[in-house]
């Protein structure tokens, strides 16, 4: 049987928004509610790789499991494969990268990305959802994927490229991508040991990098679109709507 550990990258120096994982919805902090999510899966151990104590403690605190990592990453894969390495957990295939800025993420898309990934022995996945708002579009701050065939419940097609660009949407294959990823464990290893491409670096998208160096990406269709909290009116809209959910 195959065996996925989910690793969560958290730090609080975000540009946009420093201190997020820490911010409260519901009385728990954002990364502690991803990580009850990630848990609630129940498809492997879970464990927040930060460079923060605090987040430390709170995750800690909150029941969870935590490590510390470098402050100096230059991106959150290269935190997860810190994690990993010195977790030195045995005989992991699958590691599934977990963005903690997420808090509404649905489990059953974590669980249907680590299917299709087995099912299908593919070395990396992502998800994404279907565009219901058109203004997305032309939002630079929402990162679009395109595919080489329509997503549907029952495929797992490639992804052409990931872009930030506005994009017509009379193009059919045109989808917002979810940043969760889901790598074998050589080919982690292998994408961390690669330089980071200008493509990736104009564009500040990760994936890019895989993209550039030949590596495939398949992409699962997800019921959702969570809504990243990388703003001040995201944490509020979040907010809002997971303690109107309770």
Request: proline share 2%; no cysteine; hydrophobic share 35%.
């Amino acid at each position: 049987m195959k065996k996925t550990l989910i690793l969560i990258p958290s730090r609080m120096a975000a540009t946009r928004l420093p201190g997020k994982p820490l911010l409260k919805i519901n009385n728990l902090s954002i990364i502690s509610h991803v990580f009850k999510r990630a848990e609630e899966a129940n498809i492997g151990e879970v464990v927040v790789a930060t460079d923060n104590q605090e987040i430390l403690k709170d995750v800690l605190k909150n029941g969870g499991r935590a490590i510390l990592t470098n402050k100096n990453h230059k991106t959150g894969t290269d935190r997860i494969y810190e994690a990993y390495e010195k977790l030195n957990i045995k005989n992991i295939d699958y590691i599934l990268n977990l963005q903690g800025d997420e808090p509404d993420i649905n489990k059953d898309d974590i669980i249907n990305l680590n299917n299709f990934m087995i099912n299908q022995d593919a070395e990396l996945g992502t998800l994404a959802a279907k565009i219901e708002d058109d203004t997305i579009l032309n939002n630079r701050n929402v990162v679009k994927v395109v595919t080489d065939k329509k997503l549907a419940k029952n495929n797992f097609p490639i992804a052409l490229n990931f872009t930030r660009d506005n994009l017509s949407k009379d193009y059919q294959n045109n989808y917002h991508h979810i940043g969760i990823y889901s790598y074998k464990t050589n080919i982690l290893k292998k994408f961390i040991s690669l330089d980071q491409t200008i493509n990736e670096k104009e564009n500040k998208l990760e994936q890019l990098r895989a993209l550039d160096n030949k590596l495939k990406i398949n992409v699962a269709l997800a019921g959702t679109s969570p809504i990243g909290v990388d703003t001040q009116e995201d944490y509020l809209a979040i907010k809002k709507i997971m303690e109107y959910k309770i």
